[in-house]
Nanobody
Framework: QVQLVESGGGLVQAGGSLRLSCAAS????????MGWFRQAPGKEREFVAA????????SYVDSVKGRFTISRDNAKKMVYLQMGNLKPEDTAVYYC???????????????WGQGTQVTVST
C-alpha cells in the first residue's frame, strides 16, 4: 500500500508558476514509479507527467512539455511537479499517483492521492 498526500495547489495568474508536492508513505518509495494526473471540470482525468524509480526517466503529455517538470527526492519520499507559464486551461484538480511499473503509472496507476486544486486566472 502507498498513501499519497498532495499539497501546493492554489490560485495563480496566467503566466505564473506553482509547485505541487506529493508526500508518500507505505511501500518502499524508491521502487515506485510516480505520476501526476489532472481532471478539469466536465472532463476526464488525464495523464500529466511521470517519473521512474530513480528519476532517470520522465514522461509528459504534449500540452505541458517545456512548461512542467516532474522530480523526486527518494530520501524524503517526495515527488514534485514544477509548473511554469501556467495557462487557464491548466486549471484542474491535480492528483499524485503511484505504481511499481513506469509503464502502468502513465495509464492506470494503482495508488492515488486525494487531489489538490489548481486554478489559473486570466
Amino acid at each position: 500500500q502507498v498513501q499519497l498526500v498532495e499539497s501546493g495547489g492554489g490560485l495563480v495568474q496566467a503566466g505564473g508558476s506553482l509547485r505541487l508536492s506529493c508526500a508518500a508513505s507505505g511501500r518502499t518509495f524508491s521502487s515506485t514509479a510516480m505520476g501526476w494526473f489532472r481532471q478539469a471540470p466536465g472532463k476526464e482525468r488525464e495523464f500529466v507527467a511521470a517519473i521512474s524509480w530513480v528519476g532517470d526517466g520522465t514522461s509528459y503529455v504534449d500540452s505541458v512539455k517545456g512548461r512542467f517538470t516532474i522530480s523526486r527526492d527518494n530520501a524524503k519520499k517526495m515527488v514534485y511537479l514544477q509548473m511554469g507559464n501556467l495557462k487557464p486551461e491548466d486549471t484542474a484538480v491535480y492528483y499524485c499517483a503511484a505504481d511499481p511499473r513506469m509503464s502502468v503509472v502513465v495509464k492506470t496507476p494503482t495508488w492515488w492521492g486525494q487531489g489538490t486544486q489548481v486554478t489559473v486566472s486570466t
